[in-house]
């Protein structure tokens, strides 16, 4: 086992891995940019190292920083949490090649899921149902319109080093084709510094289910059952449940099923997430794998009553899985507090905490870095806490969801408390009624002063 892991992220993620790493007797190390001297995740690691000023490429992205804080304190793996550096091939790398352990999956790993065309391609080869679309690269606008008029509008294109909803078109007429087209290469280029693109069918108003995987350094993968994630605003997850109030056993077998093959089929290392969209016929396909453990692992934690960190942390350490695909008999959801006004169209809303009570009692967790008297930096995510219900079933955890946001008292800047409590309160997403359009037409109503 390791006997000391270096965080190379911040915030709530950081707290959560030290937390595991004390339970597993395993030290600590927290790195920091000047603007989280106060943070949470400095205090409680074992040592702490600044590796730089706020802005992200200078601190939390620099590899070198990051390498030299390693050396100093004499780290042996690194975990990267989510986001940062988290999915990046170059960097694990980087790790393998000083003889860190990179927690998490093998370079060759992340590089084929971080290339969509090239993941779709290797779950097309494995026989996991992936959406209908063009077969790999678009070469030009002549090649693009004629792949699209097979497929039939309305298409959506796709940056194939994308991901996460960046660089999509949607298209409805061929006549529209070309000026998306430019645009989508521009941006893909711009962001991504890569202009592919590739083409597919667009599914209208699916729901976005994602499935929990796990495998081991002996080519053991067992699914942990899936997420709901559907409830998103501008790729921006707000909720998220198991399980997802549109699935059935029957559906559960099979996407199950297709979840572990998708993994077993690159020999997957670790804990990972394999998304699908669902279409109203509950028809699944493929959409992407993170490579990483995601914001909204303790929806899964709290369901099968296990520590995805720990499960990270035994297995890049080369421990076997134990464990089998796993079916939900509880349910939990999860809803993001972020500093952010849902009166005024989510504007960040960085500053001073002022007061900060986190609701407690059976069944509920909060997963926050933050406390009264700190303040949020502008440089970085808004979400500032998570909280976590789980229950016998939806409906309970959603009674639960609501008596434990009333509980919720933050003072001093605007959140989305607010926004949760209007959503735990409406008709149709109680009835579990709603696809991934759901907030395209959410009114939030008169602001209470
Ligand atoms: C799609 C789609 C419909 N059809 N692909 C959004 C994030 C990125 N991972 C891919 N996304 C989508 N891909 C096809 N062929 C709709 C979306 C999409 C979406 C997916 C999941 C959750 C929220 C979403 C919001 C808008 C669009």
């Not at 056993?249 to 990972?272: F, H, P, T």
């Not at 998304?275 to 303790?298: A, C, G, S």
């Amino acid at each position: 086992m390791f006997e000391k892991i270096l965080i190379a992220n911040r915030g709530e993620i950081a707290l959560r891995i030290i937390r595991t790493c004390r339970e597993m007797g395993i030290k600590t190390v927290a790195v920091y940019s000047t603007a989280d001297r106060e943070s949470l995740h400095v205090r409680f690691a074992d040592e702490a190292v600044c590796i730089g000023p706020p802005a992200s490429a200078d601190s939390y992205l620099s590899v070198p920083k990051i390498m030299a804080a390693v050396e100093i304190t004499n780290a042996d793996a690194i975990h990267p949490g989510y986001g940062f550096l988290a999915e990046n091939a170059a960097f694990a790398e980087v790790c393998s090649q000083y003889g860190i352990k990179f927690i998490g999956p093998t370079p060759a790993q992340i590089r084929k899921m971080g290339d969509k065309i090239t993941a779709k391609d290797t779950m097309i080869k494995a026989g996991v149902p992936v959406v209908p679309g063009s077969d790999g690269l678009i070469k030009d606008v002549k090649h693009g319109m004629k792949v699209a008029k097979e497929i039939g509008y309305p298409v959506i294109i796709k940056a194939t080093a994308g991901g996460g909803g960046k660089g999509m078109r949607i298209i409805w007429e061929a006549k529209d084709f070309e000026n998306n087209w430019n645009n989508a290469r521009q941006e893909a280029k711009a962001s991504f510094g890569n202009d592919g693109i590739y083409i597919e069918k667009y599914i209208e108003e699916p729901r976005h289910i994602e499935f929990q995987i796990v495998g081991d350094q002996y080519g053991k993968v067992i699914h942990l059952s899936e997420r709901d994630c559907s409830i998103q605003r501008r790729h921006q997850k707000l909720v998220e449940e198991c399980p997802s109030p549109f699935m059935t056993d029957e559906l559960r077998l099979k996407m199950g099923e297709a979840a572990v093959k998708a993994g077993q089929c690159i020999n997957y290392e670790g804990v990972g997430t394999i998304e699908f969209l669902v279409d109203k016929y509950r028809n699944f396909y493929f959409m992407e794998m993170n490579t990483r453990i995601q914001v909204e692992h303790p929806v899964t934690e709290e369901v099968i009553d296990h520590d995805l960190i720990k499960e990270q942390i035994k297995i890049a350490a080369g421990e076997p899985i134990t464990g089998e695909n796993y079916f939900p008999n509880a349910h939990a959801m999860e809803c993001r507090i972020n500093a952010e006004d849902p009166f005024n169209n989510f504007r960040p809303s960085p500053g001073k905490i002022v007061s900060f009570h986190s609701p407690k009692g059976h069944g509920v967790r909060v997963d926050t870095h933050v406390y009264a008297s700190y303040t949020i930096p502008p440089y970085y995510d808004s979400m500032i806490a998570k909280l976590i219900c789980r229950a016998r079933t939806r409906e309970e955890c959603i009674k639960k969801m609501e008596r434990a946001l009333d509980e919720f008292v933050v003072e001093g800047i605007k959140t989305t408390i607010p926004f949760h409590q209007r959503l735990m309160r409406d008709e149709n997403f109680r009835a579990g009624n709603f696809t991934t359009a759901f907030l395209n037409t959410f009114e939030m109503g008169e602001e209470q002063k």
